[in-house]
């Protein structure tokens, strides 16, 4: 959740992705979290949510080392 | 849907829910009430703001000169949080940025932190004003029960608690529970799903009790879910936004939290240097403050702050908030710097609105229902006892559905004792909060501490008798009937100890004060029926 908003700074003004984020963060967060317990095996949820968080940090591991 | 899916639902939606029912019910009780806020405070303190609103003026000069008598306020910084709807203010004076003036801080002393009080040193005051009565009262005193009913809607009060973990207890607690709530609103909506259309008109109050909870819990929470849903997020973010605020601040800001809060227009902390020369200058601040508000037709301003008082380089700040039929989101802010009379920034309240403004005017008018006068708090309260009776009725599907014989007698009585406490907990809110509104108007002067005491101690024998008597049925019905009798009485008590009879309130236009009557008899009127209901209901068995 925090990576995919991370993300979206290097697109859009950061404050406005900070203020969106107050209300599809939490929702967002509360559906990643559902979706733990819906899914059939729990490695494969540890395993999308890590693999989603460092492929949307990229940009900013990217930029922080430049 | 297939049935793995359905049980998912079923289990996290019943697990969330049970876990913070109680809490959350304390939430939606108080938090209706606080709709009605500032009109609970014209109640208690017997002075009305609609009656009065052409009469009373905000002289910010008289203030100052009478603070001048009791301290020297050359080059202080003053901040004043208007109190909406109120003639109350927050009076916020800093110490001299003066040095030949102010004194020397002197040692902070360890103290708890308590709500809005604040750690300050003995120059500097922070302290509450009325500008109808002219007084100035601390914050304890000037505490009434609708800041306490407003605090207890986000459980300001646990944060005496003494756990320590880095933040106030309460509000997390509150967080928490929000979340939580949003989650249980959504695996509920899912659980319901397929029988959302179906099952919308379906109420069978004649059939057995299991079904009966289970169509209120149904039909009340899929008309309130768009409602309770905004509460949920809103509430979050009012709530315990530093979650995301302070891991942003850490990456996008490199860790300066003022930079972000800046940046979200949430502070102002610019400063203006102190240049040690006099303003050879007389400054009219109530004028320019009522200028301003002129030049922003229907804007209420919010906030006034005022820096390097009476030096060369003193300036005035005066944030607005639009009135939201002119922009529904929005915020003015003017700065002026008063040597030269030069404005040297504005943003005007109607027409600039930025995106940031958008996003947190929605957050607020939404969660607070202040965009559209009285109509819209009435609807925000009955749809918020409409939460309050899914809650209710949410524990009592839970306990039924659990009270069959194939489970284990000890599990049966874990989950008798749970429901019974959970209900005793609950049902006694509305009897204890009539009864503290009556003992206002017994007590002279009642403050932040009588408050206190007398909503918590009734409040825990009620439900401490009710636990005891282990009978569901009998804590509805007996919870109801003092309902009927205390909310009666509070117009009376009002009256009595008050003066302020209902047609006086009438007469004089007080219509805030007339409102918490109102609303008090109508409770009452509801608390009727519903007994006259379950009276029935006995005499046919």
Known sequence: MMSFHLCLTFVFPKENVIATSFITGYILWAFLLLWAFVAENVWKVWLTYIVLSLLLLTPLLFNLSS | MNLRRYNIYFHTHTISGIIICALLYVIFFAGSFSFFRDEISAWQKSSSYEANREVVKRDYNFLLDSLSGSYNLKGRDFSFYLKRNSFGTYVDMSTSNDTTVSKKPEVKKEGRRRGRGREKNEDSAYF????????????????????????????AQLNQVPINIGTPFGYLVAG???????????????????????????????????????????????????????FAVTGVVLIVNFILLTPYSKILYKGDEAKIYQDLAYNDASTFAYTYKPLNKDFDLTRFVTDVENRWS??????????????????????????????????????????????????SANTESSYIDHIKALVYHLHFGDFGGKPIRVIYFVLGVMGCVVIISGILIWLLARDKNNVPAYKRKFNFWTANIFMAVCLSMLPVTAFTFIMLKVLDNPMQSDIYHWYFYSWLVLSLYF???????????QSVFLSIVLCMLVPI???????????????????DILTIDILFILLSLTSLFVYLKIRKKQDKK
């Open chain 2, 298 to 347: 229907g804007a209420e301003v919010s906030r006034v702050l005022v820096k390097n008082y009476q030096d060369e380089n003193m300036h005035v700040i005066v944030e607005a908030k639009p009135s939201p039929k002119e922009n529904f989101a929005g915020s003015g802010k003017l700065v002026y710097r008063v040597k030269d009379g030069k404005i040297v920034s504005e943003k």
């Open chain 2, 467 to 477: 636990i005891a008597r282990r009978s569901i049925a009998l804590t509805n019905k």
């Open chain 2, 176 to 230: 928490l529970v929000s979340f939580l709530f949003l989650f249980a609103l959504i695996t509920g909506l899912f659980l319901h799903w397929d029988k959302i259309k179906s099952n919308f008109f379906t109420f069978r109050p004649w059939n057995k009790w299991k079904t009966v909870w289970t169509d209120i819990h149904t039909a009340l929470g899929v008309i309130g879910f768009p409602f309770q849903f905004m």
């Open chain 2, 128 to 155: 509450t004003y009325d500008f109808a009565k002219r007084q100035t009262s601390d914050y304890t005193q000037s505490y009434d029960m609708g800041e306490f009913l407003y605090r207890l809607h986000f459980l």
């Open chain 2, 493 to 511: 008590a009002n009256g009595i100890f008050g003066g302020n009879w209902i047609w006086v309130s009438f007469q004089a236009d007080a219509f």
